[in-house]
């Protein structure tokens, strides 16, 4: 596959002893008196006004392991536009190559250039910020992340190989860890167990300088089409409690992906739009960067949310899903 590198300059102002994004919400969120439902007029002006198409994948694009209806012609009429297209996900259980797999798989025809996982940024990072080559990193997470340090040349220990580790309480039990882990990186793990826990928070705790790395902190995932599941702010919310450490966030609503995102496109952020089904990562991650925003209603976001005195985030425009563009190629203008 072929590489598609962050530059440093997709870094700067992340400083390597930066531990969580400055979200910044009172400055950088704009502010309206209500979300606009996006007419047909609307939709067009969209449509005409960027030049790119930034998507998040779990609700918008799929469901689980569904895909939502009406996608791929969608992803075509923009692509007859002139549009790119790139798709960003903070799930980090897969590689860029495991990504396109699934899209393949879903019948979608994607390039792996134009696929940005959690993944992806975590071991990127890691490469910007001159990560030692003689140390290790400590997964907690899935085979993702690991093959994205696989490609970097990148140690690592942990991920799956610690599935089924048990830690055995008896007096004066004791558990020994690596000197050599720099790095703790926490990404979405169905099989996270309290070996993974105490190994994380020995390594932060007791190696001087290690590095927390979480690929993202989203409350609830998408495992299935059936129900929310409760997502890696879980996993690493609990390492968070044990050292009393904030992580150095690396996918949405941290900006590392789009800046590169935008340097490969030749693209300034208002030639962009951001479509996302959530407001705390998708629709904050475009508003931070001056990107016109979309929510979709397909996926952890409803109405009753977005529209709730209570939310503060609100994008340019919602619409009930992707599809509702096709509305601008049936109707003539």
Known sequence: MQSSRISLNAFSGAPRTQRIVNIRRSQNVHMCAQPQKAT??????????????????DGVIWKGDKLIEGVPETLDFLREQGKQLFFVT???TKSRAGYLKKFTSLGLNISSEEIYSSSYAAAAYLEATNFPSDKKVYVVGDVGIEEELDLLNINHIGGPSDADKKVELTPGTFMEHDKDVAAVVVGFDRNINYHKIQ?????????PGCEFIATNLDAVTHLTDAQEWAGNGAMVGAIKGSTKREPTVVGKPADFMLRNIAEKGNLQMNQIC???????????FGKNAGLTTALVLSGVTDEETLLSPDNEIHPDYYMPSLPELLECKTVSV
């Open 40 to 57: 047909l007029e609307q939709k067009r002006a969209l449509i005409d006004s960027v030049d790119c198409f930034i998507f998040d994948c």
């Open 90 to 92: 903070n799930n980090s």
């Open 199 to 207: 190994y994380a928070t020995l390594c932060i705790r007791e190696n």
């Open 274 to 284: 951001m479509v996302g089904d959530r407001l705390d990562t998708d629709i904050l």
